[in-house]
């Protein structure tokens, strides 16, 4: 039985986990260490309904929350399995050592985007770093156990297929180009596709998308990437958008806009029950509608100045140092700027509940895949999806590893050339995405960006590049498909929500050199 | 403003260093290291002071913010994070930039850092038993957790030599999570190693709390550590 994780965040970290728990070993591959994945950089926190705050928080609500937050494009089934399960993930994290905060009830919860009652438990605004760190020793012990063995360092470069099923995986040594073929069902766990809009994300640079433009290549189906989050906070500096984490309006901050010199606190006038904590696609769309007013100036401000001293010392201390070191400004004292700035996909790789894809013995999971958060996530179910994702992947992969075919020896060991894309096509065609895939989109300039995207798909480009422009223009075409609004894809020309004709999942894949776009239905939900 | 880049490389593990300087000019005095090294890579023909073309300068970045270690390398001769240091620090225009010098270079400005992790197996530093909470653990185990495992403090710390018996902060920094959580019984492994390889060879010159990128409480953390390990005055 061989089992290979591709990519260490958190999502392959839990699967690792969930197998060496069982006593199944399995393979731990990744670009660079633990330390260095994009879920350190996750910030506000964990969602569970642990009711702990007395407000009688239930599955059922995290659940109606994370669909109505998805705008119903979720699958039910997973987003119930994602929901139900995560009280108990996120005790066993608090028994790992993650150092929540406690009271007399348990571990204490914020409030947070698209949900009433606080449910995300948090460790300061360094959530995801906490939750890293954990796992990584948690994992650690099972290495020296022999059970977990890890390759760091190492990229990946294809899968293996035979006949339509996965029998392993090719990778290689970053610097050497040395090569390994590690035969066995695969995890995928390689994150998002930030490097699609290079420098213009809050993401990690590790975060290429090359991996999944060569899923795509190799024939993995894709689903719904027309679903880009535009994270309401964000800050621009040197070389990337930085967050400012929804902890920060969790916790009391609240937006405004200039308009006829005065603040007008915009979202708590227009949506008088979750004001500042409305889902993030709202939030970042009315940001942009009140900037485009005549009567109104450009720039949003965060204003945190009215949060308790407390508050700031025990749960946003990191934000608050973090703001003071890039932006100049102490946010106690005076209110930040802040924009929308690109922070998540929720599409990615096509998976079922199982965390299966159409590859047989191929999984994956984490942001990577597309599963949980349908056209918007909310914040505080990243990390839980990652985890949980990284379990219900495992387990699936553990159904199948007693499975004759996977044992079948891998024919090749070959040392293949590597191919980069080159600094400059990259920021063309992230150029191009950004440009065409704004919070608020139209068929003219998405279709412009295809017409661009195509051009640039010259016979001098290598494979690395090519891949990629697939991959940006199996995006562009999605988009330009949903022929509706609705969460993080909301057209000008076509603002209404069509649940007759659009309810359904964006599928793409890659055949005989050409993109082919199809649309799914959703599961039906199974009664409980 | 006009800067000086001064580089040492090195393009594989087994080659020759040599440096190799080049121009930039920006009038953008926020601009990082770390945006600095991607712009000179992204730079079409790109050709050093003595006019000779510049292959692509290998170093690591992930998060670009301080929070994941990656980017760790002498700047000006000082180790910190290329996303940390900002171009306006260098009044005088002249910036070097070499790899960490106590671990072997791989390429250019990248080093093989795995003594850390592995440092951090030997002391058998993950939990045997759930971790247990308290309001002080809490603190302790938050502070220890934010640990980047980039090495600056072992750069600067005069007790640490790769390869030999002491583990130095990037191994007591961590441990303090699992010290602070573990129920007194179930420290015996831990405090055995913890005593060998940290406090044995510590001079308490304490270099490591000051070069630390993220600001890590370090003399509290060992004296917390010692207080539990050494002089066995457990946390309540």
Known sequence: MSINIIGAGLAGLSAALTLAEQNIPCNLVSYAQSERSQSVMAEGGINAALDTSGEQDTVEEHYADTLKGGVYLADENAVWGLCSHAPEIVTKLDRLGVPFSHNDRGIVQRYFGGQKKKRTAYVKASTGKMLVTALIDEVRKYEVKGLITRYPRHRFVQLVLDDGTCKGVRIADRFTGEPTVLPGSVIIACGGMAGLFDGMTTGSTHNTSDAVATLFSQGVELSNLEFVQYHPTTIGISGKRLLISEAARGEGGRLFVRRNGEPWYFMEEKYPELKNLMPRDVVSAEMVAVTARDDCETQVYLDMTGIDKKVWKSRLSDLGDQCIHYIAVDPIKEPIPVSPGIHYFMGGIRVDEKHRTNIDDLFAAGECACQYHGANRLGGNSLLGAIYGGRVAAQSAMEKAGDEHIKAEVPYQTKTDHYEVSPALAERISAVLYRSLPIMRNEADMAAAQQELNAMLTPDLNEAEKRRLYLALAMVRSAINRKESRGAHKRTDYPERDDTNYRKQSVVSFKDGQIILTLSDIPERRTK | ?236
């Open chain 2, 1 to 236: 403003m006009n800067y000086t880049i001064d580089i040492l490389r090195q393009e594989n593990r087994v080659a020759q260093p040599y440096r190799q300087t080049v121009h930039f000019a920006t009038d953008d005095a926020e601009m990082t290291v770390a945006t600095l090294l991607k712009t000179l890579n992204a730079t079409p023909d790109l050709t050093d002071t003595d006019g000779k073309a510049v292959s692509e300068i290998e170093w690591e970045c992930s998060c670009l913010q301080k929070k994941c270690g990656a980017c760790a390398m002498r700047i000006n001769k000082k180790p910190q994070l290329a996303c940390d240091t900002k171009l306006g620090e260098f009044k005088d225009g002249k910036i070097s930039l070499e790899p960490l010098k106590k671990f072997p270079v791989i390429a250019d400005l990248i080093v093989d850092r795995s003594v850390m992790f592995e440092n951090l197996k030997n002391i058998g530093l993950w939990l045997e038993k759930e971790a247990r909470h308290t309001k002080k653990g809490e603190d302790v185990a938050y502070e220890a957790s934010r640990c980047l495992q980039c090495g600056c403090c072992l750069e600067v710390c005069p007790n640490f030599i790769p390869g030999e018996d002491f583990y130095s902060a990037a191994s007591f920094v961590p441990s303090g999570r699992v010290l602070s959580e573990l129920p007194k019984k179930d420290k015996a492994d831990i405090l055995n190693s913890y005593v060998d390889k940290i406090y044995k060879g510590c001079g308490k010159s304490l270099s490591c709390r000051d070069i630390c990128p993220a600001q890590i409480d370090i003399e509290h953390l060992l004296v917390n550590n010692n207080a539990v390990a050494v002089w066995k005055r457990f946390l309540k």
